[in-house]
């Protein structure tokens, strides 16, 4: 499945299941649907992998009521899962949003974990800020299970958003002024 960009009214929990279904060879895998329901076109400042990876690049732009869709999976031969952070600049506010996903190889130590945060400045993802998002440090906030809605407000922004619980997982997010 290639990331693609479409209106963020046609994003539903089962164009994910239909990406994440679609991505064969492990189990470990998730497919990501993010909607900028803002005034704003948002730029891409990178994915960061911990580990595993996506057969394709990120959308550069996510236009105004516009959603993407990004799939990750765990790599081949290994015994990871697929964890990582996406952001995306807000220029007209000088704000980046990250997207934090873990869908772990070993379900007896792990558990899936996801969270999302609005900062100050343009902020590309690194190490340190997907330890931060992963962790709820750094002033980030705390992660979310699966299965756990998030509905706050962060920098002007409303976020909302849940994860599913399971090796196939899919994140759903939206992004709204405040």
Do not use: C
Not at 23 to 31: L, S, Y
Not at 34 to 61: C, H, P
């Amino acid at each position: 499945m290639a990331e693609a960009i479409i209106p963020a009214a046609e994003l539903s929990i089962k164009t994910l299941q239909n990406i994440v279904e679609g991505i064969t060879g492990v189990d470990r895998k998730i497919a990501i649907g993010f909607k900028n329901l803002t005034d704003y076109t948002l730029e891409n400042l990178g994915v960061y992998f911990n580990s595993g990876s996506s057969d394709r690049s990120i959308a550069y732009k996510i236009n105004a009521q516009e959603a993407l869709l990004f799939s990750a999976r765990k790599s081949d031969h290994t015994a990871r899962g697929t964890v990582g952070t996406f952001s995306y600049y807000i220029q007209d506010e000088d704000k980046t949003v990250h997207v934090m996903w873990s869908v772990p190889f070993d379900y007896n130590l792990y558990s899936n974990w996801w969270n999302i945060a609005v900062v100050d400045g343009r902020q590309p993802p690194d190490s340190n800020v997907h330890d931060n998002l992963y962790n709820g440090s750094g002033g980030m906030p705390y992660p979310n299970k699966p299965d756990q809605y998030i509905n706050n407000e962060q920098k002007g922004f409303h976020l909302f958003g849940s994860m599913t619980n399971n090796g196939q997982a899919t994140i759903e997010v939206e992004l709204k002024k405040a």
